[in-house]
């Protein structure tokens, strides 16, 4: 028992330990990386919310459900392509400018919402 | 001249008024040819003719072998029914043979076939081509020792008084024969891949088909309910047919004749021949029992055109009246189990007509969620009524894309959120290019 609770009281504090480094080394994130994050989480709360939704009052008009989550997905998914391409930590884009990373998103992002208008019923 | 012309014409616009002969109009038969062995039957049959005289029939005598017999003349039939009252003869005369009689049959006209114990290898054989088979042997008779006629003689038991008829109001009349039936002459069976012959008048399960003057050495082939006595054969193409194994029941000695069941006190004063006869010939003439189906209409449920084509869903009325003929008019026809398919390959909608009782049958059913080449079908067969066979082709197409519900209030969230993430979309564009 004693064991157990220091065991416990040990998990716990490595996971605070681990939370906290997290967040420390997060600070250290650039700031447009930030804001792509809270982009993203944006997005997959809306999308968490239209599937809640859709259990309550069932899957009746199933193509705007579908357009409506897929325009959260698809957008979520956009935003971290772009993350990814313009994080400077990561050496496999290091050739390609971020102007042209932010050019690629936008056109992938009009080509979705056309997709999705079009979807909407 | 012009004169001349004018009375000409005149008369010529008054012609179709004179022809009152077997049409889709006027299905009752109008002239018919009787074939006789001696002219002896037209006297000794004169209640039967009389009957069909009375009713509006022109009879034709003839002797089934005079050499100038024919039914048909460049062309066209001459007659609209047949009777056969000649058993005995072998050949029949002038260009009528078992194939022109058959023929006859096929063009849609109507038949009574009677044979005898002497009935001849052509009224077998025209009968057997009607899916009925006379008993091979030429001397058999129907023996019947349970439900014979009593008679002062104690006699070898050929008479039959059969009662055993068919339940139909439309073949033998909506009133009940009361007396039995006399019957004196041969067998027969329907085969049992003819699904058109029906049994009229059936022997009791006692009886058997032998001959009466010989001993009975060997089991009869035809025995019990299997003998019919008298058959009935509606053709596909609504010809009918008579086969009766007796001209004996047509005569005026067994119409006259008093029967008493051997078995039983009653004593009828008048066999049940006479009503028998009369009410088959009705049916056999058309003058019962035939329909006809006219002004087949549907459409929207709220519109009155109908369409070229219908979409999934639709509500659709279907009506169609159907008439019987009563000999002289065309009255409404009353029933409950007509039905109407929706059809592609398989009924996607069966549903019974509901009835105004004039005559109009209607329906209001839902296009099934299919879309396809439908057919709206109407199949009534029902036992001695001519059957209908209506169908009627139609397309049923899926909805037009702008035909589908929009703005629906469920789906706003829906909307907002793919709305707002364009909106977020943009912000994020902004706060990302300018956030230094």
């Known amino acids: 028992m004693v064991k157990s609770t220091t065991t416990t009281s040990s998990t716990a504090k490595d996971a605070q330990a681990l939370f906290h480094s997290l967040r420390s080394s997060y600070v250290a994130t650039p700031t447009n990386l930030k804001i792509i994050d809270l982009y993203v989480l944006f997005a997959i709360f809306t999308a968490l919310i239209q599937i809640c939704y859709m259990a309550i009052v069932g899957s009746f008009p199933f193509n705007s459900f579908l357009s409506g989550v897929l325009s959260c997905v698809g957008t979520a998914v956009l935003a971290v392509c772009l993350r990814i391409q313009v994080n400077k930590e990561n050496k496999e884009f290091k050739d390609l400018a971020p102007e042209r990373a932010f050019a690629d998103f936008v056109l992938c992002n009009l080509v979705l919402h056309l997709v999705i208008m079009n979807f909407l019923g | ?436």
């Open chain 2, 1 to 436: 001249m012009a004169k001349n012309l004018v009375i000409f014409l005149t008369l010529i616009s008054f012609l179709p008024l004179l022809c009152n002969s077997f049409s889709s109009e006027n299905p009752s038969d109008r002239k018919i040819l009787v074939l006789v062995d001696d002219l002896g039957i037209k006297s000794s049959h004169s209640i039967f003719f009389k009957s069909l005289q009375t009713r509006g029939f022109e009879l034709d005598f003839k002797l089934a072998d005079d050499p100038k017999l024919t039914l048909k003349r460049y062309g066209t039939y001459l007659y609209d029914g047949l009777v056969l009252f000649s058993p005995s003869t072998k050949r029949l005369g002038g260009s009528l043979d078992s194939a022109a009689v058959l023929e006859f049959v096929d063009a849609g006209h109507d038949l009574i076939l009677t044979a005898d114990s002497s009935a001849s290898d052509l009224i077998r054989d025209i009968a057997t081509e009607c899916g009925v088979d006379f008993d091979e042997d030429s001397e058999a008779m129907v023996i019947d020792h349970t439900s014979y006629a009593v008679s002062a003689t104690d006699g070898d038991h050929t008479l039959i008084a059969s009662d055993d008829f068919i339940k139909s109001d439309v073949i033998l009349g909506s009133k009940k024969i009361e007396a039995p039936v006399l019957f004196q002459g041969i067998g027969h069976s329907l085969s049992s891949a003819n699904s058109l012959g029906i049994k009229v008048l059936s022997a009791s399960p006692a009886a058997y088909s032998a001959n009466p003057n010989a001993k009975l050495s060997n089991p009869p082939s035809l025995t019990g309910a299997a003998i019919s006595l008298v058959s009935v054969v509606q053709a596909r193409n609504n010809a009918r047919v008579v086969i009766s194994g007796s001209l004996d029941l047509f005569s005026n000695r067994l119409f006259k004749s008093a029967v008493q069941k051997a078995g039983t006190s009653i004593k009828h004063e008048k066999s049940g021949n006479e009503q028998f006869a009369t009410e088959l010939s009705k049916w056999v003439f058309h003058e019962r029992g035939h329909l006809k189906a006219v002004n087949v209409r549907h459409h929207r449920v709220g519109e009155t055109d109908e369409p070229a084509i219908y979409r999934i869903n639709d509500e659709v009325e279907y009506s169609v009246e159907i008439y019987e003929w009563s000999g002289t008019s065309w009255v409404p026809y009353n029933s409950n189990d007509v039905q109407l398919q929706f059809y592609m390959m398989s009924p996607y909608v069966l549903k019974n007509l509901s009835t105004d009782k004039k005559g109009l049958y209607s329906t209001i059913f839902k296009v099934p969620d299919v879309y396809g080449v439908f057919q709206f079908k109407v199949e009534y067969q029902r036992l001695g009524f001519t059957s209908l066979s209506l169908s009627k082709q139609i397309p049923v197409r899926p909805y037009r894309h702008n035909e589908y519900e929009r703005f629906i209030p469920t789906a706003f969230p829906y909307y907002g959120a793919s709305f707002s993430t364009m909106a977020g979309f943009f912000v994020f564009t902004i706060v990302y290019l300018y956030h230094k």
